[in-house]
């Protein structure tokens, strides 16, 4: 099990307008409007944090109410608790139930790689599935051999008078 490690906490009280920034964990009890900035960093707005802000952290957990877009280099929790108006990116979030969400969620936050590796599989889908020439969008129906004017339904024949 990992260590707990120490991390800064900013208490009920306290009241921040700026940018944040540091190299440790942190946990936010107040109210934090501007940006925070901790992208090596966990962050975790508890309960009684009130954040206007965007967050860009390692692990991000919310407990609290947060309206920004939250950038997480490794993963998004939103608990039970927690509020959200804005836009997730991380390449793994976790939504509890009961936690209240609104925005997008993008869940490819480093997937430049994958993006290209997608492209190439549709690619060489698309070249696979190319038509033969001559074949002018007909095909055989599966049911009878006939071939048909009208791509992939085969209803045509699908009358009552023609399955008597």
């Known amino acids: 099990m990992e260590q707990l490690k120490e991390r800064a906490i900013i208490g009920p009280s306290i009241s921040i307008k700026g940018t944040l920034a540091g190299e440790e964990d942190l946990m936010i009890q107040g109210q934090v409007e ?15 944090g009130r954040i206007q802000a965007d967050i860009y952290g390692k692990v991000i957990s919310i407990e609290g109410e947060v309206e920004g877009n939250l950038f997480g280099d490794e993963k998004i929790v939103l608990r039970q608790s927690g509020v959200v108006r804005g836009n997730m990116t991380a390449p793994r979030v976790n939504l509890e139930d009961g936690a209240k969400f609104k ?45 048909s004017g009208q791509r992939g339904l085969g209803l045509e024949n699908d009358t009552p008078s023609s399955r008597a």
């Open 34 to 48: 501007g940006k925070i900035d901790l992208k090596n960093n966990n962050i975790t707005v508890g309960r009684n």
């Open 103 to 147: 925005g997008s969620i993008d869940m490819d936050a480093r997937g430049e790689g994958r993006q290209r590796n997608l492209k190439e599989a549709s690619t060489k889908k698309s070249e696979s599935s190319r038509e033969e020439p001559g074949d002018s969008g007909k095909h055989k129906d599966k049911k009878d051999g006939e071939e």
